[in-house]
T-cell receptor, first 112, second 115 residues
């Protein structure tokens, strides 16, 4: 089955700097890669996702890149703000139409 | 449009007891997923229901079970509670995963404390 590794587990950046979180997956048939943000005491919320037929996707200050050959995908947050502080989870499905496997999360702290 | 709802929000039980958690998906969604999130840890997949049937389950003992009703709402049952069952239980829904539905929307969770 799918194995999703997420790094780093914690990340501190200065306000205005960029943050990058990387995930690797094991199943080459995985075709959907979402990123979720979970603020303290709140539910995880989808912030961006990418499908396997696309290499990069951007939405304002956030972007996701996918390297299918190397089986890794990354979340990029530019011009970080204090409200970006949260735990971020990547995920990938087992092959095909199967449930998501989540990475262990990255706790991002943006220091004002 | 209403989001995913869960009840109760908080629950305190003692070891050995049984608990039932409930989830109502977004209207039109047929897939429901249950996750366990222990304090400070990630999301551990428990169960997936689609169109009323259990489609997959994670690496949890049989005392974790559930069902999905004809209106696509779902229950998670945990028997013989143990201290390590204390966690936030999250429900998520999506359009049919069997048909390729991907984006999962999470409910607010039920915080279970086992004493």
């Amino acid at each position: 089955g799918e194995n999703v590794e997420q790094h780093p587990s914690t990340l501190s950046v200065q306000e205005g700097d960029s943050a990058v979180i990387k995930c690797t997956y094991s199943d080459s048939a995985s075709n959907y890669f979402p990123w979720y943000k979970q603020e303290l005491g709140k539910r995880p919320q989808l912030i961006i996702d990418i499908r396997s037929n696309v290499g990069e996707k951007k939405d304002q200050r956030i972007a996701v890149t996918l390297n299918k050959t190397a089986k890794h995908f990354s979340l990029h947050i530019t011009e970080t703000q204090p409200e970006d502080s949260a735990v971020y989870f990547c995920a990938a499905p087992y092959s095909g139409n199967t449930p998501l496997v989540f990475g262990k999360g990255t706790r991002l702290s943006v220091i004002a | 449009e209403a989001g995913v709802t869960q009840s109760p929000t908080h629950l305190i039980k003692t070891r050995g007891q049984q608990v039932t958690l409930r989830c109502s998906p977004i209207s039109g969604h047929t897939s429901v997923y249950w996750y366990q999130q222990a304090l400070g840890l990630g999301l551990q997949f428990l169960l997936w229901y689609d169109e009323g049937e259990e489609r997959n389950r994670g690496n949890f003992p049989p005392r974790f079970s559930g069902r999905q009703f004809p209106n696509y709402s779902s229950e998670l049952n945990v028997n013989a509670l143990e201290l390590e069952d204390s966690a936030l239980y999250l429900c998520a829904s999506s359009s049919s995963r069997l048909a390729g539905g991907n984006e999962q929307f999470f409910g607010p969770g039920t915080r279970l404390t086992v004493l």
